[in-house]
């Protein structure tokens, strides 16, 4: 069964710095998606960025980018930049017909 | 605009009693998803329904819950009789197109029992 592990349950980054959130996933399939989600304060979960394991360029969104390593199943996120609003929740899925969430790592942006 | 729309947004029951919790996706779409995140903890998968029929379900979706889609439109998590251990959010989200695992999530049903 495929895993998905966050192992950083809190972060802080300053405003206008960089941060990256770091995931791992386990699975013996070669052809997946991965994902970053954002729980905000107000709860809903909004999508951040989508990798696709076939393909070695690592996906970019703004300020917002991976670091996808498929050998060592290693998924990070990096937010340049940061802003008080990416303040929330950050969850680190993997698709499988339905998403495997990881326990997710609170970002504290620090004025 | 969230393109699913849930409700209520907070119920609060007693531990025993049925409760409802509702999913209205603006646009008509095929395949839908309901997590509970239990407060602290992280989501869980609990069923995905496509074309009126259950695709997958999880340990945590027993034979307590139950899901549907009466109208054609709204897509219902039904709980028979609540136990404290239910309380979380329940959030419904529907697939996007094209199948790549792009969900969009509704604002959440938090379920407090006591």
């Known amino acids: 069964a495929q895993t998905v592990t966050q192992s950083q349950p809190e972060m802080s980054v300053q405003e206008a710095e960089t941060v990256t959130l770091s995931c791992t996933y386990d699975?013996?399939?070669?052809?997946?998606?991965l994902f970053w989600y954002k729980q905000p304060p107000s709860r809903q979960m909004i999508l951040v960025i989508r990798q696709e394991a076939y393909k070695q360029q690592n996906a970019t969104e703004n300020r917002f980018s991976v670091n996808f390593q498929k050998a060592a199943k290693s998924f990070s996120l990096k937010i340049s930049d940061s802003q008080l609003g990416d303040a929330a929740m950050y969850f680190c899925?993997?698709?499988?017909?339905?998403?495997?969430f990881g326990t997710g790592t609170r970002l504290k942006v620090l004025a | 605009e969230p393109e699913v729309t849930q409700t209520p947004s907070h119920q609060v029951t007693q531990m025993g009693q049925e409760v409802i919790l509702r999913c209205v996706p603006i646009?008509?779409?095929?395949?839908f998803y309901w997590y509970r995140q239990i407060l602290g903890q992280k989501v869980e998968f609990l069923v995905s329904f496509y074309n009126n029929e259950i695709s997958e379900k999880s340990e945590i979706f027993d034979d307590q819950f139950s899901v549907e889609r009466p109208d054609g439109s709204n897509f219902t998590l039904k709980i028979r009789s609540t136990k404290l251990e239910d309380s979380a959010m329940y959030f419904c989200?529907?697939?996007?197109?094209?199948?790549?695992?792009?969900?969009?999530f509704g604002e959440g049903s938090r379920l407090t029992v006591l």
């Open positions: 899925a993997y698709w499988d017909y339905k998403y495997i």
């Open positions: 989200a529907r697939q996007g197109a094209g199948g790549t695992g792009e969900l969009f």
């Open positions: 699975t013996s399939e070669s052809d997946y998606y």
């Open positions: 646009s008509n779409h095929l395949y």
